[in-house]
């Protein structure tokens, strides 16, 4: 049956979705089906700035360390950007501008100035080795990329075309930008000659094949992305106004989790130019850090990786501030382990914890799961996101399937990518024939709509929200002349929610090799985060157990292995 709570959100959405109303929704064609748009959505990602930095202009809405900007005035920094970039480097519409960077005030003016000069966003991962950098950069075809020191010397000696220009982070955007800084009226002519079909992002996800794809949406499906969390916000905050919540104060979120993530860019950046919201930046996550920030900004809502909300709810340190401000947790990217939902409403009973499912390929879209109804079901990623959302449980032949069984969630919506860039065939793959992206993600519908994810199809890893292919981790094992046979898979972790495990079988009459040193064998191939721990390294004396058809029966390794882990 439905709950109190679902009933107040269905009506509250059913009266913003009115006709005349603010997300008024309209029928478009996609995939020769009718789904649902808002009928006064900005046409592109630079009509929507351009808007709402006017109307919010004197707002603050940037705090990086001593750096504080106004909407105005990141949106006069991004004018700076966008016209150097088309006349100092010639970025044309649809060239594709890399930022290799860590998160800064500089990173999201960069961001804003690439979409502002016609460009498309792209968005390369900053823990990335600099071969993987190097390969992102080559599939997305950038010619220009926006990188910080870091980055760069990453980049040094690797295969890639694009020339590099640098970001600096602890100064203002002029100085920190000055190679791509110039004045003039390019963000102004623009705003006449981009539409909502041309590209405007890229970001990369890595799928069951090993290397990642880059994942491209058009103007249309990150604008109704972002909107559909302003239309959720929205209701939110009718909501607790109707129960007496005083929210006259300005939102304001800590920014914790990485810019280049779906989760970072849609939900918590570009939602924020629509809803008024100041940002409040740290370079690196620190549970204290966080604190004392959340404390000093009166930061009124957190979102990121699990274990980040469950370390600030046990942090021993936690009396000493002020946290009342602070509503919602939420939570995205990497399952919550159900324990943590309860130590965070007990460490903060003025709020609750949330939860969301959304990924690269929707545009951070999903499932919801809110307050009450989520420590109800604490198991569930929510309700499909209305006013956008069609969410089905499919077979491989996409049919549906009945309540209450397994099979792949896939979800159907405006705001989904275009597309994997030059990549037909795994685009073809991850839609069904009327429009439902194939999550890869095994899943059931309970008897009132809320989805509960059981496992996943694709081989994937999901270490406190970044994506590892066991894949590409079991390449980067054979890349080692001494190995025979490997086998790479998850293992729970209460801090990170999964972290990656490794079996390796050494080639007859090889040397020996410890899992000291097959790891650091891998941290010189692939990001740290992606190589196992040393405990977590195992050498199998026989050949790996197969399965009929002579792949390695995964299963049984990890079982066999791991047996200690899984039974912790």
Known sequence: MPTALDTSLDHIIGELTKPGMPFETEPVESY??????????????????????NEHKDVPFIVDGDCRLSFGEAYAAASHVAHGLATKHGVKKGDRVGIAARNSANWMISYMGIIMAGGCATLLNGFW????????????????????????????GTDHAAK??????????????????AAGDTAMQMLGGLGPDDIATILYTSGSTGNSKAAWSDHRGVVHGVMNYVAQSAMAKLLLESQGEDLSAQPCALVAVPLFHVTGEIPLFVQSFAIARKLVLMPKWDAETALQLMDKEKVTYFVGVPLMSYEIATHPNLGNYDLSACKSFAAGGAPRPVDHVTKIKEAFPGGFPL?????????????????????????????ASAPMVDLQILDNDGNPRPQGEVDEVCIRTIANFRGYWKNDEATAAAFTSDGFFRTGDLGYLDEDGYLFIVDRKK???????ENISCIEVEEAIY????????????????????????????????????????????????APFKVPNEDLIWQSADDLPRLGTQKIDKRTVKATFAKDHLDA
Not at 355 to 382: D, H
Request: hydrophobic fraction near 40%; proline fraction near 5%.
């Open 459 to 465: 081989d994937i890893i999901i270490r406190g929200g």
């Open 164 to 181: 590099l220009v640098m970001i600096e982070h602890d100064c203002s955007p002029a100085e920190g930008l000055s190679e791509i800084w």
């Open 355 to 383: 939860l969301g499912y959304g990924l690269t390929e929707t545009n951070a879209v999903g499932c919801g799961n809110f307050n009450e109804n989520y420590l109800a079901k604490p198991g569930s990623t929510g309700k």
């Open 129 to 156: 080795s600099g071969d993987e950098l190097a390969y992102g950069i080559r599939l997305a075809e950038c010619e220009l990329v926006i990188a910080d020191a870091g980055r760069a010397k990453r980049l040094e």
């Open 479 to 526: 890349a080692h002349d001494d190995i025979a046979e490997c086998s790479v898979f998850g293992v729970p972790d209460e801090r990170m929610g999964e972290i990656p495990a490794a079996v390796y079988h050494l080639k007859e009459g090889a040397a020996p090799m410890s899992a000291s040193d097959l790891r650091e064998f891998l941290l010189s191939k692939i």
């Open 32 to 53: 020769g089906v009718q789904v649902p748009s808002f009928k006064s959505a900005p046409p592109t990602l630079a009509h929507y700035f351009a808007h709402f930095c």
